[in-house]
């Protein structure tokens, strides 16, 4: 008889919200080997009382979805998987203050420098209190701003410039709010809010600061700019319909610079259709990066998931990552903790 000897112990983990990224991690944590799910939080108090196996598509765990924070704090969980639609201090210091450690999807925490010095202070006080860290990752930004940029850089000894783009090809996407409302679609090109550009670079540019800084060459500042194409002829979408001369792609760069020209770019590309008025290189949905230094690269990352499929695969892509992190940060020191302080994430499949 063979007797293992490698087991790992189990880490319990809270899901925070069961939304379209939240519902994959916590599926993937009731999965997940080296995972026990101790708590699920509802975003909504409609959700409370549900099984956690109804809220992802499987049966029956006896974890009961709860909208109560004093209920989750009081499990005392390794790790609090915060995946809200938006960032709430008091709840992410109280998580932190309680001991348990955070993965958390949303953008706050790329790079503690970043955030605004008061919460900053505040964060660290609540990690130093409860001995717990914490750490902001996903698909984008995290993997393909942040991961991927280090490993790339590691055949390196002189780096001139790296460009990330970022292609979504949108048509069936069926999602009307996102589509016209958030990003603008459908709209006159006079009518675009310029205010998103400064959410994009919110948004990647601290990633981009930590990948610098991590290779000691700091930005000096970080700029946004934006375009939107138009399409001549009416185009009809999964969301509805764009009318003829009204925004069916849109372009954003993020750039960070250094001695006066652009060292690290993020460049998005999000379009409903390829037929525009202006001759843009669009790319099918997936990523494209370029290395410009002594090892120069030039490298395609595509989905190959139909398009059809893409809006029900994709939240994989952000959730995997995040819920791979858990066991890396619970072995973190206290703190804010970038993809630079930690070890590589790596997937634990069997």
């Given amino acids: 008889m063979t007797v293992r000897t490698d087991a790992r112990p189990q880490l319990r983990v809270v899901q925070w919200a069961s939304g379209n990224i939240g519902s994959r991690a916590l599926r993937a944590v009731l999965e997940h080997p080296d995972l026990t799910l101790a708590g699920l939080y509802a975003h909504t108090p409609d959700k409370a009382g549900c ?4 809220l992802c598509g499987l049966g029956p765990t006896g974890v009961i979805a709860t909208h109560d924070i004093d209920e989750i704090v009081a499990l005392g969980a390794d790790c609090v998987l915060y995946m809200p639609r938006a960032c709430d201090m008091d709840e992410v210091c109280r998580l932190l203050a309680s001991g348990a450690n955070v993965v958390t999807t949303r953008g706050e925490f790329h790079r503690a420098a970043s955030l605004d010095p008061a919460v900053r202070e505040r964060v660290e006080a ?19 701003t942040e991961a991927l940029p280090l490993a790339l850089s590691s055949i390196q000894r002189r780096l001139d410039g790296l460009t990330i783009e970022e292609f979504a090809d949108l048509s069936q996407r069926d999602s009307p ?39 000691s060459i700091p930005l000096d500042s970080v700029e946004a700019e934006g375009e939107v194409a138009t399409a001549p002829r009416p185009v009809h979408i999964a969301a509805g319909t764009l009318r003829p001369n009204t925004v069916a792609a849109q372009r954003i760069t993020v750039s960070g610079l250094r001695g006066g020209r652009p060292l690290l770019r993020f460049r998005a590309t999000w379009y409903c259709t390829t037929d525009l008025d202006r001759a843009w290189d669009v790319r099918a949905t997936g990523w494209h990066i370029t290395v ?22 994709s939240p994989s892509y ?12 619970c072995e973190a020191s206290p703190g804010i ?12 499949l069997g």
């Fill in 292 to 313: 410009d230094g002594d090892a120069p690269l030039d490298i395609d990352l595509r989905f190959p998931v139909p398009l059809d499929r893409m809006a029900a695969m």
């Fill in 126 to 144: 609540a990690c130093e209190s409860g001995k717990s860290s914490i750490h902001s990752t996903g698909s984008s930004p995290g993997f393909i």
């Fill in 337 to 348: 903790r970038s993809t630079a302080d930690l070890p590589h994430i790596v997937a634990r």
């Fill in 51 to 54: 099984d956690a196996g109804e």
């Fill in 318 to 329: 952000t959730a995997n990552r995040a819920v791979n992190a858990v066991p890396v940060l």
């Fill in 177 to 215: 709010g996102l589509l016209f409302d958030v990003m603008g679609f459908g709209k006159p090109p006079a009518e675009y809010d310029a205010r998103r550009l400064s959410v994009v670079r919110d948004s990647f540019g601290p990633s981009l600061r930590m990948v610098a800084d991590t290779l």
